[in-house]
């Protein structure tokens, strides 16, 4: 039976008006309790998360220890905490849709001790507000009287805490039900848990912050910013179009004037505007912050402003500053923000002498954050001092409309300023990424495989699994020395005459159970995240190293495709898809395949499976094998030719072309062998097949992969680029655009291709994973692959996509013969919500693949005298265009980066005869594909696209933000080594040779440092996972996960 009440709530409009909303609200007889200690567990049905019955006291916290003290109560120490209803709808009011997602993901986490209770729903609990009562006090009134129910409810064996920051409450219900305790959340810590230190000093640094906020509104009515319209108001004025919603982006170049509004949702198809809205300056930001969700009033027309398109550092990865749009465009500011997504940042503590500068108020330190869009904080602390060579975490608590700037807290030293490590967490932090070591509770879900203890099938799994071991010559092609081999191939001839081809993938969710602790932290983690010197993995390695390594030689579990193809034209008759065990018979590594695959047999001496072989069985075994690979590679190509209109585009790594005497004569794109196309193909082809096998199953709730085509004005530089040189780029559809580029080559300088690739990569949407259910049937097309639909099957050791598309699988195999399905698959909605979790852990491991990989070019340049240092002295390529620069590519390091021809004090770069350049006074004239500097003396020289000239490396230090390589151009003539030293001087730089350099540098210096013990150590060592592996076998495999993942990054 459930009961209808009225919710109603009173709110003032912007012009002055009420409204009355009225909310229906149900009660109901019962709600889950979730705890062991229920009296009526028939009325109750819990079926989910219980407390644990291992706990002195049950804790609850009020509804506004919830929005200030959560990171505390997200310590796995505190147990038995009860979140109620009225808190956790106060934290969504209050803080916004990532706290309270954090809230809700902490409710579901099984590490964390804690449940939620649906008070307000429940008809004992439910109590309506009262006449002139505030929303504070009815919410603490709730929560408490939700506690004594709870107390009773649990027969009052368990003493029930109620903490509260609410001194009244303390007072009033205090003595007032035995058993049920309220007290302060400080009193609390100290009473309950005096020696968790961190919590401690986390308190107090919340506490104090809090304290000097209060103090500060008491003092200052001078107000720094209008304030913010109330939400109703907001909401309102969406809805008329009067505002307009959008997310904050900061320009990081000029993160103090220029950010946009980029619009959203409905915001973008009423209000007729197309562009994003320019926000000007940090007055019209009205104190939102980068990634926040705002309402934007626009301004009058002339108003209205254009944004800077001058080269900026590094802007070289920025799309849209090939144009020089500096026409007004439409302008606003902020009125309001509906969301805010603060989150954790990196900052820096000012020198010494600058918090001497910053005077009176020394305990209010003005913090600058790492993340340059990001305002500067106000922490109050008195360490200072101590913490100014520290790079340290710190969080946002307000900014109020009196303060200049946010105002923040102190939570943990990360690490000290410029050291490897002390950066390295600063990119993980900035990123988001949280690579603690694997649980306990977690390591004891996992399989035993020792040599005591050795793994084996089990029978229940070789009764149900169909067993390819004795039928199928099953074998892996990877990279040499790959240690996690997640997909195995077959092919063999049926008695029918037609062929069979198989690919063979590690059955990880047989070993990973929905909801288990690997499970949960599998998907916090999304991904396996490559930094450039090390890893850190998605699942323990028991699983991805070994029992789901498919290794030669050994039994495994796996999850196959068996495909029937006409023997003829290769056409598919029949797919199945299932559980399967196999063993595989070789390990083969790239290059020994593709020796096979030409008819070089003498390569057999390197696989070790023909060890020990007498001759006769060697040539049998060798003559299946090559077959095999034959056959498979034959296939491949066939299928790729019907997929027709796929993009190849940039090769990540470059070869070097040696002459007769051994010397470097050249750079040439890594052509990839052809057995790396035929692994590819064949992972494609089954990627699409259980894609089209779970969307039939399961139409509106499998997760697939699209590829949205491109949009055609981000071609524009492409081709203009490309017209440069002669050529044209076809850009209508990806079959022009593939064959445009393969026919777009300057047979003098290779790099050119290498460049145009890039750019087409760039201008490529990214591919995204969604939700069947989410969009039309129509947008799921992938267009890098040229596939209708696609999806991720075949990695699921190192992507969680995979994990969820396994066990789709398995569901639709269930229903099929019409089976109850064991998988609890997630509802469109809630793996709408996942898929947008992944793509966005997705973007940050490749952001902190990326900044990692700068960060040790950086470190490799650093502090190198740049008159003798050969390796500051390179080639490099003019590739773009702006008003008061180029950017430049250096081929060498692959390097790219702004190079100014027009410098701060505005001199202009001038090259004599000896082409050597310096700056004098003069002007700079920017054309279409060139660029030309004149002296007032009347001395010019021109640079163009595609430009060979020498260019100087050096690194920009900074102490706040990452250092940034620097570039200048000393001579527009091309970089001439010296005959003499051509060997040593021009090999190519590969990106792990750099890494292994720094590395070892860094390590050195430490053992010269006799390793100083100190308090950061140890929050370092937990970063480091991959540790005391072969650093050298982790890059090797980053690299050839670079190579694989060509398909992988512009959108496989
Ligand atoms: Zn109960």
């Given at each position: 039976m459930l009961q209808k009440r009225e919710k109603v709530l009173l709110l003032k409009t912007f012009q002055g008006r009420t409204l009355r909303i009225v909310r229906e609200h149900y009660l109901r007889p019962s709600v889950p309790c979730n705890s062991p200690l229920c009296s009526q567990p028939t009325v109750c049905l819990n079926d989910g998360k219980l407390l644990s019955s291992d706990v002195t006291h049950y804790m609850i916290p009020d509804w506004k220890v919830v929005q200030d003290y959560f990171e505390i109560l997200e310590f796995p120490e505190l147990k038995g905490i009860i979140f109620m209803q009225t808190a956790c709808q106060a934290v969504q009011h209050q803080r916004g849709r990532r706290q309270y997602n954090k809230l809700r993901n902490l409710l579901k986490d099984a590490r964390h001790d804690c449940v939620p209770f649906a008070n307000e729903f429940l008809q004992d609990c439910y109590l309506p507000r009262e006449q002139g009562e505030s929303m504070e006090k009815w919410q603490t009134r709730s929560i408490y009287s939700a506690a004594v129910w709870y107390y009773h409810h649990c027969q009052d064996r368990m003493p029930v805490i109620v903490v509260t920051e609410d001194e009244e409450a303390v007072q009033q219900y205090g003595s007032e039900t035995e058993g049920v305790f309220v007290i302060s959340f400080k009193n609390y810590l100290d009473n309950f848990w005096p020696d968790l230190k961190a919590a401690h000093e986390l308190c107090d640094s919340i506490l104090q912050s809090r304290r000097e906020r209060e103090n500060e509104r008491q003092e200052s009515h001078r107000k720094e910013y209008p304030e913010h319209l109330p939400l109703e108001v907001l909401e309102a004025g969406i809805k008329s179009g009067r505002y307009i919603q959008g997310i904050l982006k900061v320009n990081k170049h000029r993160a103090q004037i220029e950010a946009f509004a980029r619009l959203q949702g409905a915001s973008s198809k009423d209000s007729g505007l197309?562009?994003?809205?320019?926000?000007?300056?940090?007055?019209?930001?009205?104190?939102?912050?980068?990634?926040?969700?705002v309402v934007v009033e626009l301004l009058p027309k002339n108003e209205w402003k254009g944004r800077t398109s001058a080269l900026c550092e590094n802007d070289s990865d920025d799309k849209s500053s090939g144009e020089s749009t500096s026409e007004p465009m439409p302008t606003g500011r902020v009125v309001g923000i509906l969301q805010k997504n603060w989150r954790d940042y990196v900052v820096t503590f000012p020198s010494k002498e600058e918090v001497q500068s910053q005077g009176k108020n020394a305990q209010k330190i003005l913090v600058t954050p790492w993340d340059y869009r990001i305002p500067k904080i106000r922490i109050s602390t008195q360490q200072a001092e101590a913490l100014q060579d520290f790079r340290v975490v710190v969080r946002i608590d307000s900014w109020e409309s009196t303060s200049m700037y946010p105002?923040?807290?102190?939570?943990?030293v990360l690490g000290r300023i410029g050291d490897l490590e002390g950066e390295?967490?600063?990119i993980l932090v900035e990123n988001s990424i949280s690579v603690a070591p694997f649980s306990e509770a977690q390591m004891c879900e996992m399989p035993v495989n020792t040599p005591e203890n050795p793994w084996k099938v089990s029978p229940e799994e070789e009764r149900e699994r169909k067993d390819l071991r004795k039928t199928h010559l099953v074998f892996s092609i990877d990279p040499k020395g790959c240690e996690d081999v997640d997909d195995t191939l077959s092919v063999r001839t049926l008695s029918n005459g037609n062929l069979e081809l198989g690919?063979?993938?590690?059955?990880?969710?047989?070993?990973v159970a929905p909801n288990s602790y690997s499970d949960i932290e599998a998907r916090t983690r999304a991904t396996t995240y490559y930094l450039a010197d090390r890893r850190y993995d998605m699942l323990p390695s028991i699983l991805s190293a070994d029992l789901c390594s498919l290794l030669g030689g050994v039994d495994r579990y796996a999850v196959s495709v068996l495909w029937e193809l006409d023997k003829t034209s290769y056409e598919i008759k029949k797919v199945w898809y299932g559980r399967t065990i196999i063993r595989s018979a070789y390990k083969l590594f790239y290059e020994a395949a593709q020796e096979l695959l030409d008819g070089n047999f003498s390569v057999i001496d390197d696989i070790p499976e023909f060890r020990d072989?007498?001759?006769?069985?060697?040539?049998?075994?060798?003559?299946?094998?090559v077959w095999a690979v034959r056959k498979l590679t034959d296939i491949a190509r066939h299928v790729r030719a019907k997929r027709h209109g796929a993009l190849e585009l940039e090769g990540v790594e470059v070869r070097i072309q040696l002459d007769e005497k051994k010397n470097i004569c050249d750079l040439i794109p890594k052509q990839p062998l052809e057995v790396h196309e035929t692994v590819a193909e064949c992972m494609i082809l089954a990627n699409h097949w259980v894609a089209k096998k779970i969307w039939e199953s399961f139409p509106h709730q499998a997760l697939l992969r699209q590829?949205?085509?491109?949009h055609q004005e981000f071609f524009s530089e492409l081709r203009e680029c490309a017209k440069a040189k002669g050529f044209f780029i076809d850009t209508r559809s990806n079959k022009t655009l593939a064959d445009s580029l393969d026919n777009a080559n300057d047979p003098s300088d290779p790099i050119v291709n290498r460049l145009l690739r890039s750019m087409a990569t760039h201008a490529m949407s990214n591919a995204l994973y969604f939700s069947t259910g989410s969009c039309a049937e129509e947008e799921f097309h992938h267009y890098g692959l040229a596939l209708d639909k696609y999806t991720h099957f075949t990695s699921p050791i190192r992507r969680y996509s995979d994990i969820i598309v396994h066990r789709l699988l398995m569901a639709a195999i269930s229903k099929d013969k019409k089976m109850e399905s064991k998988e609890n698959l997630f509802s469109n909605k809630d793996l709408e919500e996942l898929c947008r979790h992944i793509n966005n852990r997705n973007r940050a491991a490749q952001r902190s693949q990326k900044r990692s990989t700068e960060l040790f070019q950086c470190m490799y340049f650093k502090d190198k005298d740049q008159e003798t240092e050969d390796r500051c002295i390179s080639?490099?390529?003019?590739?773009?265009?702006?008003?008061?620069?180029?950017?430049?590519?250096?081929?060498r390091f692959g390097i790219?980066?702004?190079?100014?021809?027009?410098?701060?004090?505005?001199?202009?770069?001038?090259c004599g005869p000896d082409s050597h350049s310096e700056w004098k006074p003069g002007s700079l004239q920017r054309f279409q594909n060139k660029i030309t500097s004149t002296t007032t003396g009347g001395e010019s020289v021109t640079f163009h696209l595609f430009d060979h000239v020498t260019v100087r490396i050096s690194v920009q230090a900074s102490r706040c933000h990452s250092d940034t390589i620097r570039l200048e151009i000393i001579s527009n003539k091309p970089y001439m080594i010296p005959d003499t030293e051509l060997f040593h001087q021009s090999s190519l730089l590969l990106k792990s040779d750099l890494v292994k350099e720094v590395t070892r540098s860094v390590e050195e210096a430490q053992l010269a440092q006799e390793v100083k013990v100190n308090v950061i150590q140890e929050d370092c060592e937990k970063y480091c996972q991959t540790k005391g592996r072969s650093l050298y076998t982790l890059l090797e495999e980053i690299r050839d996960l670079a190579l694989l993942d060509v398909s992988n990054s512009h959108g496989i």
């Open positions: 197309v562009s994003d809205i320019l926000i000007y300056g940090m007055k019209a930001r009205n104190r939102s912050i980068h990634g926040d969700v105002n923040g807290h102190f939570v943990r390295i967490a600063t690919v063979h993938i590690a059955d990880v969710t047989h070993f072989l007498d001759e006769k069985s060697r040539q049998a075994k060798l003559e299946e094998l590829h949205p085509p491109p080639d490099g390529v003019i590739y773009s265009m702006r008003t008061n620069g180029v950017l430049v590519f250096i081929p790219k980066g702004a190079a100014y021809l027009k410098n701060k004090d505005g001199l202009v770069i001038s």
